[in-house]
């Protein structure tokens, strides 16, 4: 399973009353020992004695599905585990995640979700005269999904109007194949639901391919690069997330501009946690936008299981005490996945900083 198939939406509808779910991001060679000064915090700071009784049956039902599959060769491991809520899973993952461990009301899926933001699959075209290769990159890694040949040849020094024949030959030749290509390229869209495509290689073959795309698929290229396809495929995939990056590091300002101008204008934006929450609770919010860098709680409460986008002594609904602080952004995402709403993580932007650090662009 890949990262991008880990369902968000189905963890974040599973739901406990109180600290009721242990969550474990580790690196998959070294295992839960990573962890170990984490699980003696959660037992000095739990007072609760069922909660307590809880988290170490849930510890020992993630140990067991532990010995029962190796996961030594995975670069990272999410692995969810309640024995109140009667669940226990892992999911390797091939990218590097933070080591943690959590005990919450429900999966902790902030790491999840920052990685799927971030690393979304997207279409790298290596292509040349000879042949263009098709691959999807997803975490890192490419993967060959398609290759149309070319087999244009080499311009010739041949003067007179044999030349000039050979060389109308040779554009109708680039131009059924910037076709072909585009065709496939269409067709991959539609069925991968993608949004960013990166160009490597030939100058004369990306023009030849980017004549031929039609307008709503031009718009997805993001980068071209002159490359000599004969280097190493990390390479290759290495320079397309550069301009991969580029591009998302832009979309971020321009999102933020969207929630600005709509906070100045008609009120669809939405600024600061609290009133990004209390949005996301009811569906109100399009697309949040949240600093990568972020660190500040919200308030559950045990007793109408309500949340708050603010840390508080008693609950603001039912005015219980019986309270308790969540991570504030997990909170958040997981009302954004149960509405259908996206949540895109930025560097720090200094208006939005000043905000609050967190913002969002309305249905309504």
Not at 106 to 135: G, K, S, V, W
Not at 258 to 287: F, H, M, N, W, Y
């Amino acid at each position: 399973m890949t990262l991008q198939q880990i369902d968000l939406r189905e963890l974040s509808e599973i739901r406990g009353n109180g600290r009721d779910v242990l969550t474990a991001y580790f690196r998959g060679a070294d295992g839960l020992s990573q962890l170990s000064h984490r699980e003696k915090q959660i037992r000095d700071l739990v007072d609760d004695a069922l909660e307590l009784e809880n988290f170490e049956a849930s510890l020992s039902n993630l140990r067991s599905l532990l010995e029962d599959n190796d996961v030594s060769d995975a670069v990272g491991v999410c692995a969810i585990s309640s024995a109140v809520l009667d669940i226990c899973r892992m999911y390797p993952i091939a990218m590097e995640v933070p080591n943690r461990l959590t005990f919450g009301p429900a999966p902790f899926i902030r790491p999840l979700a920052e990685l799927q933001d971030e690393y979304e699959t997207f279409l790298l075209l290596a292509c040349d005269n000879d042949r263009t290769r098709i691959f999807t990159v997803t975490n890192e890694a490419a993967e060959a999904e398609s290759a149309i040949k070319g087999g244009i040849k080499n311009h010739v020094r041949k003067g007179g109007w044999s030349q000039q024949r050979y060389e109308r030959r040779r554009d109708n030749q680039l131009e059924h194949y910037g076709d072909e290509v585009a065709g496939e390229l269409e067709s991959l869209i539609r069925e991968l639901d993608i949004r960013r495509i990166v160009l490597a290689g030939s100058e004369e073959t990306m023009q030849a391919i980017e004549s031929q795309l039609p307008e709503r698929i031009g718009e997805l290229v993001v980068g071209r690069e002159a490359f000599d396809l004969d280097r190493p495929e990390d390479e290759l995939v290495e320079v397309a997330y550069e301009d991969y990056f580029a591009q998302e590091r832009r979309d971020e300002k321009d999102l933020w501009k969207r929630i600005q101008g709509a906070a100045l204008s008609d009120g669809r934006g939405c600024l600061g946690p609290k009133e990004t929450l209390a949005a996301a609770k009811i569906g109100r919010v399009e697309t949040a936008i949240a600093s990568r860098d972020l660190r500040t709680q919200a308030t559950k409460c045990r007793q109408c299981e309500d949340v708050t986008g603010e840390s508080v002594d008693k609950c603001p609904g039912c005015g219980s005490g019986d309270v308790f602080d969540v991570d504030y952004i997990d909170t958040l995402a997981r009302h954004l996945e149960l509405t259908s709403a996206a949540l895109d993580f930025v560097d720090p932007i200094e208006p939005l900083s000043k905000a609050g650090h967190v913002a969002a662009l309305l249905r309504y």
